[in-house]
């Protein structure tokens, strides 16, 4: 059974930082590509960035140039860079490791950026 535990949000003032993290247990996960959404309530979840097993780099345009997504492979964990943090990018974040068979979800993590 794989789980995803995710952790690092919280509350955060307009222009400030928060890393994410995600934790995945079971077996070696180097052959999967990660990936980081969001939602907030009444919205389908969007994508926020995502990383190959080659750690290609894709972002979604509203967080390119303030957010990064990295992988440690030997910690079977993804994480996410967040700065410069607007009250738009209040939601909840939810990891992702998938291939062509699998998906898994993480639970989400509230991140909340207010002043």
């Known amino acids: 059974q794989v789980q995803l535990v995710e952790s690092g949000g919280g509350l955060v003032q307009p222009g400030g930082s928060l890393r994410l993290s995600c934790a995945a247990s079971?077996?070696?996960?180097?052959?999967?590509?990660w990936g980081w959404y969001r939602q907030t309530p009444g919205k389908q979840r969007e994508f926020v960035a995502i990383?190959?097993?080659?750690?290609?780099?894709n972002y979604a345009d509203s967080v390119k140039g303030r957010f990064t997504i990295s992988r440690d492979n030997a910690k079977n964990t993804v994480y996410l860079q967040m700065s410069s943090l607007k009250p738009e990018d209040t939601a909840v974040y939810y990891c992702?490791?998938?291939?062509?068979?699998?998906?898994?979800w993480g639970q989400g993590t509230q991140v909340t950026v207010s002043s």
């Open positions: 992702s490791l998938f291939n062509s068979r699998d998906n898994y």
């Open positions: 079971g077996s070696i996960f180097s052959s999967y590509a």
């Open positions: 990383i190959t097993t080659r750690g290609t780099t």
